[in-house]
């Protein structure tokens, strides 16, 4: 529909208050009225346009200047473009933001717009005759099986029509999980495809599409609630402290299934995620933190995740979403699970609905006072971004379809 405009478009976000309000960015002047008459007649009330000092591969060139002023002084973050400021935004720390800064030649310091917040950190810690396999549940590493690490995504079916399980790559040894009656099952190996892809100019990947063998995958995705957790910090003054925090989303039961109804996708080229508009709302299904939900800040972030050893890995292209109303938004064993639309409850068919539109890769931590991490945590710690892997990726590497209650999809 808007293909008149070609790159042109730089991307589109969505404005909930004061009045609801979809922001179309173009890298030209582009008229309201023109713009108008592209759309469906029942929204063009509510269309608006912006225009951006940038197009497309100078927003691309911008991000990776900053990225690599990153990368350079050893400061882990993220950066993307913002559509409503017209800058890069970039989320680390206060001292990590203060030697970025300094570190920037002066005429880029104006395109920046910083945040302080947490850095991006992999949110991993550490069959039988009528077994089935839905999204959300937990990932344990085969061999010795010990406590889960991770979370599943989505049910997929290969070309071949065999089916499926997606994950993240960064999840460890040979997945495998224990039923609720102690029996424990181990796929088979090696995946369908595993990547794992930083450091790279163009896109970042964390995805491993695991065969599901003879068990039978179903269209649905799992969801906990009421979640909490503890964490130390050290404070200069008092010492050491335990600190706990708590999700609690008040729109859902305890725990439950959603229907997996569809998928969005639509992520561009190259780095961009056209269709991942910023203010719409995303939810992320982990063990550790349950279902959180929270909005698109950035379409396409690349996070700059710092390894124990201090070096650095660069994941360009990842979808960015932060919230005020959870304390954790994502954190250790939500990596791997599935990032969804907001779930709308259908009365006639008794879930929950859902689409399918990502896989969660990171999340964000602050230094816990020796070094070690601790979750980053609402509102004290600033901005917690999570990160997600736009759904649609895997296809560049291996033909997949999301099974879903409607059937089959391509992403």
Not at 4 to 17: M, T
Not at 20 to 42: G, H, M, N, W
Not at 267 to 284: E, H, I, K, M, Q
């Amino acid at each position: 529909m808007l293909t008149k405009y070609g790159d042109a478009l730089i991307g589109a976000f969505i404005d909930h208050e004061p009045n609801y309000r979809i922001t179309f960015v173009f890298s030209r002047d582009v008229a309201v009225a023109d713009l108008q008459r592209l759309l469906p007649p029942e929204i063009r009330r509510y269309a608006a346009v912006k225009r951006s000092k940038y197009d497309n591969a100078a927003i691309e060139r911008l991000t990776n200047q900053i990225v690599d002023a990153l990368t350079e002084v050893g400061v882990a973050g993220s950066a993307g473009y913002d559509f409503r400021t017209d800058k890069i935004r970039v989320v680390t720390d206060e001292e990590r933001g203060r030697r970025l800064m300094a570190a920037l030649p002066v005429e880029l310091r104006s395109e920046v717009r910083l945040v302080p917040g947490g850095i991006p950190s992999m949110i991993q810690t550490g069959a039988r005759t009528g077994d089935t396999f839905s999204g959300g549940w937990h990932y344990f590493s085969a061999p010795g099986t010990g406590s889960p690490t991770c979370t599943y995504a989505f049910p997929v079916r290969m070309s071949d029509s065999k089916e499926a399980m997606l994950t993240a790559a960064h999840c460890s040894g040979s997945a495998a999980y224990r039923y609720g009656d102690g029996h424990t099952i181990t796929f088979p190996t090696p995946p369908y495809d595993e990547r794992y892809v930083y450091n790279t100019s163009s896109r970042g990947y964390d995805f491993k599409i695991i065969r599901a063998g003879t068990i039978r995958v179903n269209p649905y995705v799992y969801f906990w609630n009421n979640r909490t957790g503890t964490y130390w910090q050290n404070n200069l003054y008092s010492g050491w402290s335990e600190k706990n925090w708590a999700n609690v989303n008040p729109n859902y039961p305890a725990e439950g299934y959603s229907q997996l109804v569809g998928v969005i996708s639509g992520s561009g080229t190259s780095t961009s995620n056209y269709y991942y508009r910023a203010g719409d709302v995303r939810c992320l299904g982990g063990m550790t933190t349950g279902i959180t939900c929270g909005q698109i800040t950035v379409s396409s972030a690349t996070a700059v995740q710092e390894m124990p050893d201090k070096s650095l890995r660069r994941f360009p292209g990842y979808v960015q979403v932060e919230s005020q109303d959870y304390m954790v938004l994502a954190y250790g064993g939500d990596s791997g699970g599935p990032a969804v639309t907001e779930p709308i409850w259908n009365s006639s068919t008794g879930y929950y609905q859902v689409y399918a539109a990502g896989v969660i890769t990171m999340g964000s931590y602050r230094d816990r006072g020796d070094g070690y991490q601790r979750p980053c945590v609402m509102p004290s710690d600033g901005s917690c971004p999570a990160y997600y892997m736009a759904i649609d990726r895997i296809n560049d590497f291996r033909p997949a379809s999301i099974i879903t209650t409607n059937g089959t999809i391509t992403p």
